[in-house]
């Protein structure tokens, strides 16, 4: 983090400098960049790091203290200035030749704190630099080592894919490889960014698993970043992160589509545009597990073909008058509990006037072809005019939860906005 004096340099001891304008900016590299009448002062050794302050200069204390070792990661480094502003401040790894960590500037600029854990048994160097209000400063530095981690977490999976592109409706499955124990700290470790920023909210679904879901559907078009900022992140007791993990994907065409049990028909729109207008053949119904499930369901795959039985139901008995197994082409799944909209010629006769699958939603060869083609994990197929309700927690079903009971599951109470992914870069690859 530097806090430059744009271009300029100090003069020698004694002379000043007029410099106009005292408006500072904190960029996303963390650097400060601003204007501010000074004068150049000598230095004396500070009770933090090595250095030297002059008489009335301001003081600096960095944590940790200098030749510090076995110092906790998810500490960070801690910047303070009294009687005088922050003016620079870099933390580099050992051997690094890179930009600064990025860091946190405290509004009245007296502190200055790492945005990030540090990495487990590495070494870094600190050094800050302060001014006063007479324009004296002061300069300091520390070198320390982290802690090496006993115990180590990691991110097992992360959906969706590397570069897949995906529909608006899509969220952001994170599964670690043991129990968060943290679960907050972890949460402030994972940030999403994103072209067009976006409000969202994590919510925990077990000690292994966060889901992360916009309040309204991504805009369609655009390019996405999660970034686990994982290493140094103390998961549980003794357990440490050594690596961060960065997935990036795509939004694709806005699918929304409309599935009416009632009237038996399914309309499609494109990025606002309805393109398709159809008859289809529902769950015939006459009990639950023939009803289709009524509310928002997102596509979570696709296959062609897909062969169905009725081992959902405990039948598996080919005599058994309820026994069937079906290859079904075209086949789009849009819950856990076996639903998908697939190609059914045996029931073109049915489709448009009457419901007669055990679940599914029926369409014709040509028209489960086009929507084949067009889906993509994270479409959102909404049905409507059934008694059997969607569960938040059955597929991507996740459109299910009102939002502020969303919310509720995350550890840290409250959403997030996606930053913008065309900004500069505070991302820095880390660990192992």
Request: charged share 15%; aromatic share 8%.
């Amino acid at each position: 983090m530097r806090l430059s004096a744009g271009a300029r340099e100090f003069s020698l001891a004694g002379r000043v400098l007029a410099l106009l304008g005292s408006a500072l900016l904190f960029t996303a590299s963390g650097t400060l960049v601003g204007q501010a009448s000074q004068t150049n002062a000598s230095a004396a050794p500070t009770s933090a790091g090595s250095g030297k302050v002059s008489p009335a200069a301001p003081r600096l204390v960095i944590t940790p203290k200098d030749g510090s070792t076995g110092v906790r990661p998810d500490l960070g480094v801690v910047v303070k200035a009294a009687k005088g502003t922050l003016h620079h401040v870099t933390v580099l790894p050992k051997g690094s030749k890179g930009d600064s960590l990025p860091g946190v500037l405290s509004s009245d600029h007296s502190s200055w704190r790492t945005r990030w854990t540090l990495v487990p048994g590495r070494s870094y160097t600190v050094r800050a630099t302060a001014i006063s209000p007479q324009g004296r400063t002061t300069t300091a530095s520390s070198s320390f080592t982290t802690q090496p981690a006993s115990q180590t977490i990691a991110i097992a999976d992360v959906t969706p894919s590397p570069g897949e592109t995906v529909g608006v409706g899509m969220p952001i499955i994170v599964t670690f490889d043991r129990a968060v124990r943290n679960k907050d700290q972890v949460e402030r470790a994972l940030e999403v960014r994103s072209t067009k920023p976006a409000k969202g909210a994590w919510r925990w679904l077990s000690d292994q698993q966060v889901i992360f879901r916009t309040r309204t559907y991504w805009p369609p078009h655009q390019q996405v970043t999660l970034t686990a900022h994982l290493a140094g992140v103390r998961a549980a007791k003794d357990v440490y992160g050594t690596s961060d993990t960065t997935r990036q994907f795509k939004i694709g065409d806005a699918n929304l589509s409309v599935v009416n049990v009632t009237t038996h028909r399914m309309i499609v729109r494109r990025n606002g545009r309805r393109v398709r207008d159809v008859g289809i053949s529902a769950g015939r119904g006459g009990s639950w597990m023939f009803t289709t499930t009524n509310g928002i369901h997102a596509v979570m795959r696709k296959a062609n073909p897909v062969v169905m039985t009725s081992a959902w139901m405990h039948v598996t008995d080919p005599a058994d008058p309820r026994y069937y197994k079906l290859t079904v082409f075209d086949a789009v799944q849009i819950s856990n509990s076996g639903e998908y909209v697939h190609s059914a010629p045996w029931s073109v006769w049915a489709q448009g006037t009457s419901n007669v699958s055990h679940g599914c939603v029926n369409a014709s060869p040509e028209f489960a072809a086009w929507f084949y083609a067009i889906s993509q994990r994270g479409d959102i197929v909404t049905v409507t005019g059934t008694d059997r309700e969607l569960a938040w927690n059955n597929g991507y079903g996740y459109w299910q939860l009102p939002w502020q009971q969303w919310v509720q599951g995350s550890a840290l109470h409250s959403p997030v906005i996606s930053t913008n992914s065309q900004a500069p870069s505070a991302v820095h690859q880390r660990g192992s």
